[in-house]
């Protein structure tokens, strides 16, 4: 190589350098699950001290839904409370169900009301307060054709198979569903909406969700997967689950086995923020790659929780170490009870221009609004053509450099 050409590739490295020097600078100020360990830990001896669990426990998921916190009195155990908050959780929780697992409480500050983690987790009065949301902004009562069904789309749909989840997200888009009692789909419909697809020749990607897919036992999801293997033109099956995030324990050797038998499998996840991407995700997370399963996660833009590009841009990168491949960013639907989360559109466009070119591809998701009325996902991204005549457009890099570029044909 000429000394030239040399001597210009350092200098443009000098300068590629400094596009990220103000997000270095920000990482101290962005806790992960990874820096925070030792502190989780900590947590995490205190819970269990307090409730008199084993370590064995603590590696249980059912002893950790058992012992879902779900009460103020017994929150005010492991966090600090003023009267006023005491009295917040008490009033918004007789409206909205809330639970949390002792797991993901050992994930929250105890000290902190602004936590990222309590955030997503804990009533607040806002939830109450929100008149302009609405129950069902995708209109999912409409498009159900067979019980447990949503179907949006021409060659794939959703099969509903519980209402419970390991965490009642604060944010949820379909509270209307989540009521007061956990409810696992009555076997009947489960069946309905198999044959459903089993009768639909177009359908060749089938979605479990629910609620939490995870949270059903190991033989039901073996029975769906093994009614869905028989459908021939069933290409693919996907979950819908956050255990990997609130419950990582959900993903035991039993469960890891039934998936790699039901290839091709892939499981979509959600997590908001670096801090939920500890060891103990990791280690579900890796269980499920060693079995075959292809992990992608599903974030959702919210006010204070993500709602930074530097956060965004760090959790995106923690989830490649875990093998998790960022799929979605969702702008925060208008479901009644979560306006105190919404964000504007320009929020989420600042994100995705702080990730292109910053970072590694593979860490970049699709920005997603979903349409009124159930029309469907739209993707959203910041400008990079500003124009396109017949033979030159004109197109923005990542470094915002304006370039006139040559779009004629060979022949032209
Ligand atoms: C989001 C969604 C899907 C899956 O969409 P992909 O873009 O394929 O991930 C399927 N059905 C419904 C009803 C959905 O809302």
């Given at each position: ?36 360990w ?42 600090t ?22 797991y993901y ?28 949301g ?111 995030v609130?419950l ?66 760090k ?27 919404w ?37 959203l991204?910041p ?30």
């Amino acid at each position: 190589m000429k000394n030239n050409s040399r001597k210009a590739a350092l200098r443009r490295a000098e300068e590629l350098k400094k596009t990220i020097l103000n997000y270095e600078q920000a990482l101290p100020d962005i806790p992960t699950g990874f820096g925070q360990w030792r502190r989780i830990l900590e947590n995490q001896e205190r819970i269990k001290s307090l409730l008199g669990a084993t370590d064995e426990d603590w590696q249980d998921w059912r002893w950790h839904l058992e012992k879902r916190v779900t009460t103020a009195a017994e929150l005010k155990k492991y966090l600090t409370l003023s009267p006023q908050q005491l009295e917040e959780i008490e009033q918004t929780g007789s409206i909205y169900r809330w639970a949390v697992s002792p797991y993901y409480l050992s994930l929250m500050d105890p000290q902190n009301k602004a936590d990222p983690i309590r955030r997503q987790a804990i009533p607040s009065l806002p939830e109450c307060a929100d008149h302009i949301g609405t129950s069902d902004p995708m209109d999912e009562e409409h498009t159900s054709p067979a019980p447990a069904v949503t179907r949006r789309y021409p060659d794939r749909l959703i099969i509903n198979v519980t209402n419970q989840c390991a965490m009642y997200c604060r944010h949820c888009q379909r509270r209307r569903n989540i009521g007061e009692k956990d409810l696992a789909t009555p076997r009947r419909d489960l069946m309905a909406a198999l044959d459903y697809v089993s009768s639909n020749k177009e359908i060749r990607d089938v979605l479990l969700t629910g609620g939490d897919a995870f949270m059903l036992d190991n033989s039901s999801i073996a029975w769906l997967l093994e009614q869905l293997d028989q459908i021939p033109h069933v290409e693919i099956k996907r979950f819908g689950t956050r255990t990997p995030v609130t419950l990582p324990f959900r993903i035991d050797d039993e469960l890891c086995e039934i998936l790699s038998r039901h290839l091709p499998l892939y499981v979509n996840t959600q997590f908001n923020h670096p801090l939920e991407v500890t060891p103990a995700a990791q280690e579900a997370c890796f269980k499920l790659a060693r079995a075959g399963v292809s992990l992608g996660n599903q974030a959702v833009l919210l006010k204070g929780v993500n709602n930074d590009p530097f956060v965004m841009r760090k959790l995106n990168q923690e989830l490649l170490k875990i093998m998790v491949r960022p799929y979605y960013i969702f702008h925060p639907k208008r479901v009644k009870g979560t306006a105190h989360f919404w964000v504007k559109i320009e929020e989420g466009l600042k994100v995705m221009e702080h990730l292109r070119g910053y970072t590694t591809g593979m860490a970049i998701p699709t920005y997603i609004l979903n349409a009124p009325k159930g029309y469907g996902k739209v993707p959203l991204l910041p400008q990079y053509l500003l124009w396109i005549g017949d033979d030159t457009a004109v197109i923005r890099t990542w470094e915002n450099r304006i370039i006139k570029y040559n779009n004629r044909e060979a022949g032209d």
